[in-house]
């Protein structure tokens, strides 16, 4: 069974950082293209980033160049670096794979930009 298991986030200034993680088991976890997703309250989830099995990476257009995308394919573990980070990016966030023609989600990380 596939689990992801997140960890960072939390509560910062705007123009400050920070990172959310997420441990992923019970999958080959090179092999896959991993996401990571937003939802803030009343809003539908959207994506915020995508990195392939290579290495390449994707950006929704309100994150590029703050945010940045990473895996490590010995850990078994994806990171979303965010920095100048704006009260807009205030959401619940959440890593994804789809795997075996399934989603799976991480529990989710609250992240909150607020002087």
């Known amino acids: 069974q596939v689990h992801l298991v997140q960890s960072g986030g939390g509560l910062v200034q705007p123009g400050g950082s920070l990172r959310v993680s997420c441990a992923a088991s019970?999958?080959?976890?090179?092999?896959?293209?991993m996401d990571w997703y937003r939802q803030a309250p009343g809003n539908q989830r959207e994506l915020v980033a995508q990195?392939?099995?290579?290495?390449?990476?994707n950006y929704a257009d309100s994150v590029k160049d703050r945010f940045t995308i990473s895996r490590d394919n010995v850990r078994n573990r994806l990171s979303l670096q965010m920095n100048n980070l704006k009260p807009e990016d205030t959401a619940v966030y959440y890593c994804?794979?789809?795997?075996?023609?399934?989603?799976?989600w991480g529990q989710g990380t609250q992240v909150t930009v607020s002087s």
């Open positions: 994804h794979v789809r795997a075996r023609e399934r989603d799976f």
């Open positions: 019970g999958m080959n976890f090179r092999l896959y293209s």
């Open positions: 990195i392939g099995s290579s290495g390449d990476t």
